[in-house]
Structure formats: C-alpha cells, structure tokens
C-alpha cells in the first residue's frame, strides 16, 4: 500500500473500534433499527443512498456480489436478506471494518486495498462500491479493479462535489476527507471498454432542510447571535415532536420525494452510477424488487466489541 493508503487504514481500523456510553459499537449506518440509535448520524441520508443502492443491484440477476469498502457490511447484508442474494462477500481497507462484518453479520469479510483487489477475474456477477472512490489514491487504478473482477454489473456510489471543494478538503490534510471529485460522465471512459453506464442524481439540495427535520439530530451551535442560537434551540426542544411525525413511513416518503425532485432538479449532493457490460444489458429491468420499507425495517442485535 502506498503512504496515505497507510494511514488511512490506521484511521479507519481506529473508527470501526468505537463504541459509545453504552459500550455500544457505534456502527457506520442505522444497523441496530430504525432510530435505535448506536449508529452515525445522517439517517436519511444514508437510508435515501441504501435504497437506491439496492433498486440498482435488484434490476439484474446475479448469484454472487462483492461489497467493496463495505465499512460493517450493511449493505452487503442487506442484499442477501432483501435481495436474497445466494453468495455475499465483502473487503474493506480496515482489517477492523472486515472483523466487523464477520461478528455482525456473519458475512465473508477481509481486509484488502481497493487497488489491488485479492480475487480473481470476473469473480462476482455484482460489485458495490459506496462512498469509497472519492477517498482512494488513484481512481482509475481502483475502477479497474473493480471491472476486473466484475463479470455482469457495478453499482457506484460516490458525492457531487465540485472539484474546489474537493481541493479545499485535500488540501486541510482532513483525514479520511475526499479528495477525488465526480461528475455525471467520470466513468464514460469504460464505454470504450464495453460498459453501459446509467447514471442517477441522488440527495436534492432542495430538500436539505427537509432531511434536516427527518433527522432530527441534536444541533450544536457556537455562533452568539441571540436569533439564529434561538432557532437552534427551539429546534433541539421540538426534536421528540420531530421524531414522532418523521416516523418510518414519513421518512420513507422523504426518500421517495427526494427521487422524484432529483429527476427535475440539477442540484444535487450523490451521485449513483450502474456500469453494466454490454452483453449483460439487454436483460436488465425496471427496479422493482425492493421496497424503501424493506431497507429501513432490516435491524440486527445491539453489538458489544469481542
């Protein structure tokens, strides 16, 4: 690995390790449950980014998928008991995330660099890569492995950032920040290769505040001005209220309205890329074996660390 895969991975083996008051493992995404809590913030988010994830993977048939960068293993869980998936793998840059997924989900995890994946050609039907492009050393090195070991599709997730914002992040030394930038043609170069790549605007700009609400996180805020301090605090105080009216149902029509405003709207935060070999396009079909439901009801045990 080179020197800021290095230590990007000492970074990440550290943050799979945390655990909360509780002693609680505070996963990546809401494993334990809608709002059971234990988890990172941004609910919405990351449920309106899984469920596309897995509209995306449920519109081919495929008997074997490789989650890589898969953090715990969520979603690679979530496409073997939702999409029912008969071979699930995943791999991760943390040797810790990989531990995880194995005592959680009970998934094939291991630790590997996205740049020189350890398996073999066309090895899956299906590979996943989520919110991970935008953190690795080389892009293109990275997408090649994961058409080397592709035989049918890839499903990329990755932000809408503009490439000043992504120089600003690279150059603050944030650790883990993003210091690659996409658009909607990054990967059009593989239909040279003989890809069909689909493209999809995920998290509405217009809808920010909206999910804001539907989250319903506490806020903390050190500006002294006495109306903005005082918004803040009247939203912290409405937060159970917020809570009850954004149940799961409210927060699964969120994620349906986001879909709807992205395909009208230009400004958006996500980016959802489907690459499919050519020979396999034609058999694609209309998303539809999967629910919003299906993803926010999905919830394993509360994890203590091993």
């Given at each position: 690995?080179?020197?800021?895969?290095?230590?990007?991975?000492?970074?990440?083996?550290?943050?799979?390790?945390?655990?909360?008051?509780?002693?609680?493992?505070?996963?990546?995404?809401?494993?334990?449950?809608?709002?059971?809590?234990?988890?990172?913030?941004?609910?919405?988010?990351?449920?309106?980014?899984?469920?596309?994830?897995?509209?995306?993977?449920?519109?081919?048939?495929?008997?074997?998928?490789?989650?890589?960068?898969?953090?715990?293993?969520?979603?690679?869980?979530?496409?073997?008991?939702?999409?029912?998936?008969?071979?699930?793998?995943?791999?991760?840059?943390?040797?810790?995330?990989?531990?995880?997924?194995?005592?959680?989900?009970?998934?094939?995890?291991?630790?590997?660099?996205?740049?020189?994946?350890?398996?073999d050609?066309?090895?899956?039907?299906?590979?996943?890569?989520?919110?991970?492009l935008?953190?690795?050393?080389?892009?293109?090195?990275?997408?090649?492995?994961?058409?080397?070991?592709?035989?049918k599709?890839?499903?990329?997730?990755?932000?809408?950032e503009?490439p000043?914002?992504?120089?600003?992040?690279?150059?603050?030394?944030?650790?883990?920040?993003?210091?690659?930038?996409?658009?909607?043609?990054?990967?059009d170069?593989?239909?040279?290769?003989?890809?069909?790549?689909?493209?999809?605007?995920?998290?509405?700009r217009?809808?920010?505040?909206?999910?804001?609400?539907?989250?319903?996180?506490?806020?903390?805020?050190?500006?002294?001005?006495?109306?903005?301090?005082?918004?803040?605090?009247?939203?912290?105080?409405?937060?159970?209220?917020?809570?009850?009216?954004?149940?799961?149902?409210?927060?699964?029509?969120?994620?349906?309205l986001?879909?709807?405003?992205?395909?009208?709207?230009?400004?958006?935060?996500?980016?959802?890329?489907?690459?499919?070999?050519?020979?396999?396009?034609?058999?694609?079909?209309?998303?539809?074996?999967?629910?919003?439901?299906?993803?926010?009801?999905?919830?394993?045990?509360?994890?203590?660390?091993?």
């Open positions: 690995m080179d020197e800021y895969s290095v230590r990007t991975k000492a970074w990440l083996d550290s943050h799979f390790q945390r655990v909360d008051s509780d002693g609680i493992y505070v996963a990546h995404q809401s494993i334990y449950g809608f709002r059971v809590g234990h988890c990172e913030t941004l609910l919405s988010v990351n449920y309106i980014r899984t469920f596309h994830i897995m509209r995306a993977l449920s519109s081919c048939d495929i008997g074997s998928l490789l989650d890589v960068g898969a953090a715990e293993g969520h979603k690679a869980f979530l496409a073997k008991t939702v999409l029912g998936v008969p071979h699930v793998e995943c791999c991760d840059l943390s040797s810790e995330a990989a531990k995880r997924a194995g005592e959680i989900f009970k998934l094939q995890a291991r630790q590997a660099d996205i740049h020189a994946l350890p398996y050609d066309l090895q899956f039907d299906a590979v996943l890569c989520c919110e991970t935008e953190h690795v050393a080389d892009v293109k090195r990275a997408t090649a492995e994961l058409v080397r070991v592709t035989k599709i890839i499903v990329i997730a990755v932000p809408n503009s000043e914002d992504v120089n600003a992040e690279r150059e603050s030394g944030l650790m883990h920040g993003h210091i690659n930038a996409f658009d909607a043609g990054s990967f170069y593989l239909k040279a290769e003989g890809w069909v790549i689909y493209h999809k605007k995920i998290l509405s217009s809808l920010y505040r909206l999910r804001v609400l539907a989250d319903a996180d506490e806020m903390v805020f050190n500006n002294k001005g006495f109306m903005k301090r005082s918004m803040f605090v009247v939203y912290n105080w409405s937060r159970p209220l917020l809570r009850w009216i954004f149940n799961r149902y409210m927060m699964a029509f969120t994620v349906w986001d879909t709807i405003v992205c395909r009208i709207s230009q400004r958006y935060f996500g980016h959802i890329f489907v690459l499919v070999r050519q020979e396999f396009a034609g058999d694609l079909r209309k998303s539809g074996k999967v629910g919003i439901l299906d993803v926010l009801n999905v919830s394993v045990p509360l994890h203590r660390l091993k």
